[in-house]
Nanobody
């Protein structure tokens, strides 16, 4: 079964930086779009940034010019470099990917969405 595992969440002061990592594992044929979402307490989950298999990126307005998303296809990984962090960036960050591969023991070329379990980022003032 495909799994996504995040790491890198931490407690950091305002203005600091963090780098989140997410690695996919399991029966994988191909990975399409990969993305980072976040959910702050009492708020809905929101898209932070995404990156296509071809490397095209997009960002939420709130993180443009501060965050950088990248991916390493050989490692089946996606990263989020977060700079100039603000208290508003405090949230649980989730990795997302659309993956084709083995699902319930059956190989398929169809892409399915997968989520990681989340990693906490806390920014203090």
């Amino acid at each position: 079964q495909v799994q996504l595992k995040e790491s890198g969440g931490d407690f950091v002061q305002s203005g600091g930086s963090l780098r989140l990592s997410c690695a996919a594992s399991g029966g994988i044929s191909a990975i399409g779009v990969m993305a980072w979402y976040r959910q702050a307490p009492g708020k809905e989950r929101e898209l932070v940034a995404d990156i296509t298999s071809g490397g095209r990126t997009s960002y939420a307005d709130s993180v443009k010019d501060r965050f950088i998303i990248s991916r390493d296809s050989s490692r089946k990984a996606v990263y989020l470099q977060m700079n100039s962090l603000k208290t508003d960036d405090t949230a649980v960050y989730y990795c997302y990917a659309k993956v084709s591969g083995q699902r319930f023991g059956i190989w398929s070329n169809e892409e399915y969405p997968y989520w990681g379990q989340g990693t906490q980022v806390t920014v203090s003032s």
